[in-house]
């Protein structure tokens, strides 16, 4: 008898828990759906308010910068106008140029040396390996026009290499690494340890295993990284204002003055002349093109290979 009435005291227990748990859920369910719906209804306002303000710059851009887009834009430099010819102003297939060169430059030094770093700093828990992460995360929050004043203190006055792309992309550069560093890192901390663990069973040594298993599989995120680090250095003005020269000349020679995208709009917005300013809207509709296509470029890739690992 005692031992039926020592099992039933839990079920009792269980039911009153359950009936006030049951009470009090029906006693506030109409203050938390208020809540609820307030949230959503305040978040979808601040999305609104996010959006409206991006919308807005986009419609600008295309209304205004769409009609300067023609073939002259793309294939010819550009001309000063005059008071004969006050909208000849040619076009900007140089900045253009220039852009794709300095960014190529930029990506040749930054990403072998980004991805090894950041590959580093995963695979080792060393006081070195800790300075290195401080040092990538400061510069990657640090004002970009310190690489430009960087690269002219370094380049043009103690190396006299003198205003060209290279001097530029060493800037560019320095403004990427930070961003692929950290990726990176991250994108190899993400590995599951069971590989790694599974490559030193086998025998391997630990950079075979970093280099064959570990860093395929985090190619992914290593490439939408860079790609995301170049997206953003091919806007930067800072960095490049001060030691790629300009000019008006088509050219791809390391070594020479080019001009670029940033650059381009940043002269022509001073310009007394109204056709010029007209023309920054194309150039500046031409860039958010270009980083709208990288970063698409590093979404699709993520995602496919995503499906593709799954």
């Known amino acids: 008898m005692n031992d039926l009435t020592t099992m039933d005291e839990p079920v009792g227990v269980n039911q009153t828990m359950r009936d ?12 938390r759906i208020l809540i609820s719906r307030s949230m959503t209804i305040l978040c979808g306002l601040a999305l609104a308010i996010a959006a409206v303000p991006l919308f807005l710059l986009i419609y600008q851009l295309i209304r205004r910068g769409a009609p300067e887009l023609t073939g002259t834009f ?15 102003t040619g076009g900007l297939s140089n900045a253009i140029i220039g852009s794709i060169a300095l960014n190529i430059y930029a990506s040749i030094l930054a990403i072998p040396v980004g991805v090894l770093v950041g590959i580093y700093l995963a695979e080792s828990a060393s006081k070195f390996a800790s300075a290195l992460r401080i040092i990538a995360q400061t510069m990657a929050g640090a004002p970009s026009i310190l690489m430009g004043l960087f690269a002219f203190s370094f380049l043009l006055q103690d190396l006299k290499v003198g205003f060209s792309a290279i001097a530029g992309s060493f800037a560019l ?11 990176t890192e991250i994108a190899v901390l993400n590995v599951p340890n069971t590989l790694r663990e599974a490559g030193l069973a086998l025998g391997a040594k630990p950079h075979k295993v970093s280099m064959r298993i570990v860093l395929p599989s985090a190619l992914t995120g290593i490439v939408t990284g860079c790609i995301l680090a170049i997206s953003r250095a091919i806007g930067e003005t800072a960095p490049v204002l001060l030691v790629i020269g300009g ?25 007394e002349w109204p056709s010029q300013r007209a023309q920054v809207w194309g150039a500046a509709l031409v860039l958010v093109g270009f980083v709208f296509i990288l970063s698409l470029t590093a979404r699709i890739w993520a995602s496919r290979k995503q499906k593709v690992s799954n």
């Open 20 to 31: 006030e748990i049951r009470r009090v859920s029906n006693a506030t369910r109409a203050r």
């Open 74 to 88: 793309f294939t010819q430099v550009p001309q000063t106008p005059t008071l004969i010819a006050p909208n000849a």
């Open 173 to 183: 550069a320095i403004l990427m690494l930070p961003v692929i560093v950290i990726s």
């Open 247 to 271: 000019g008006y000349l088509n050219t791809w020679q390391p070594l020479n003055p080019v001009s670029a995208l940033p650059l381009s709009i940043y002269e022509n917005a001073k310009s």
